[in-house]
């Protein structure tokens, strides 16, 4: 029987009593121990290698990578690579010092708040054990959220908030599919995603619906757009001529009660829902009178985002490179990357446990 050789590689320092993981690579065990400042890796196999063999394989790239991830979302940040150092067990003499960082990291050095997402039986379930070349769109969508907490710029933090929005709901179609919910036809992604974030506030009604229906009356489909098109800059409009600061939006999805109530009380929108029943966003849409009747935080994390995401994504509307305070599209973008934001907060672990935990059922 061939000799077991386990090799050690330290990474800014012997990571003694750090958060301990471990996974299966190729059917090798690896075992990683974590801190703020360092990591350790330790990896079990018959072959017989260097120093320069060891830090170059594939094994010590995803482990390094999953360890910088792992880092970055127990610690809330990066610290700066110096050296890493590689000897075998039972061995005091190194079989490498490297001073080369052998994976780049794209997160900036300084704190992140990762805390929703700051969970270590989260990350060995199902980070630890997901190899690169398995990324889906579940991680793809952590990546993305993970990526927007470290921008400023509001275009950019919306770019990747959405992405990460963009992984959710491609993931609930497919969990829907599987699952054979047919309750709701799932003809579309979006609508998929509309339909899972108003159903607790608007008896399970699609907000595209409204607009779909005029279709099966006869209205064509630019007619339905212009007059999509017409409500959403009526209440950019409105948001933009409203003192509302992120903190009041906040409240108003925390604070209980009626949500759709207090984000129009913040936003200025209050004219906007059916008075009738303040669970509903109410707006005239076609000159023959006909409304739309939606759930306003629906409307707004769907529709409103989405035509956001149509105008810049499609280079219809410039980046801003300078701007005032009042600037419609920038309350716009401001008001969607605090919406998402709070939803992804809230929702997107779980999210990625049950689109991984399906693909691993139907393997």
Not at 62 to 77: E, M, N, S, V
Not at 179 to 198: A, F, T
Request: glycine residues 4%; aromatic residues 12%; contains cysteine.
């Amino acid at each position: 029987m061939a000799e077991k050789n386990i090799y050690i590689i330290h990474v800014n320092g012997e990571a003694k009593n750090g958060e301990k993981f471990s996974y299966t690579y190729s059917r090798m065990n690896v075992v990683v121990r974590i801190q703020e400042e360092c990591f350790s890796i330790f990896y079990q196999t018959s072959a017989e290698k260097s120093g320069q063999e060891i830090w170059e394989s594939n094994i010590v790239d995803d482990a390094t990578r999953k360890c910088l991830l792992a880092q970055l979302i127990l610690f809330g940040q990066n610290p700066p690579f110096k050296e890493a150092i590689i000897r075998k067990a039972g061995s005091s003499t190194p079989l490498g010092v490297f001073t080369n960082q052998m994976v780049y990291s794209l997160i900036p050095n300084g704190k992140i708040d990762l805390s929703p997402i700051r969970d270590p039986q989260f990350i060995t379930n199902y980070l630890m054990n997901t190899v690169q070349s398995d990324y889906e769109e579940a991680i793809a969508a952590i990546f993305s959220y993970i990526f927007a907490k470290t921008k400023v710029c509001e275009e950019e933090k919306f770019t990747y908030y959405w992405r990460s929005f963009n992984g959710i709901y491609n993931s609930m179609a497919a969990i829907s599919e599987a699952s054979g919910d047919n309750e709701y036809p799932l003809d579309s992604e979006k609508k998929c995603l509309q339909n899972w974030l108003v159903q607790t506030n608007n008896g399970k009604r699609l907000v595209s619906s409204y607009f779909n229906s005029y279709r099966n009356q006869g209205k064509e489909l630019q007619e339905i757009e212009k007059a999509k098109r017409h409500l959403f800059y009526k209440i950019r409009d409105c948001i933009a001529k409203t003192p509302w600061a992120p903190k009041d939006v906040l409240s108003a999805l925390n604070n209980g009660g009626n949500r759709n109530k207090n984000l129009a009380n913040v936003l200025g929108l209050s004219n906007y829902l059916f008075f009738k029943n303040q669970d509903y966003l109410y707006s005239k849409i076609f000159d023959d009178g006909r409304t739309l009747k939606s759930s306003l935080y629906g409307y707004l994390m769907t529709e409103f985002a989405y035509h956001l995401r149509c105008e810049y994504f499609h280079a219809a509307q410039p980046i801003l490179l300078y701007s005032n305070l009042s600037n419609p599209w920038l309350r716009g973008l401001q008001l969607s990357n605090i919406l998402i934001e709070h939803y992804l907060d809230n929702n997107l672990k779980q999210q990625v446990i049950s689109k991984i935990e399906l693909e691993r059922e139907l393997e």
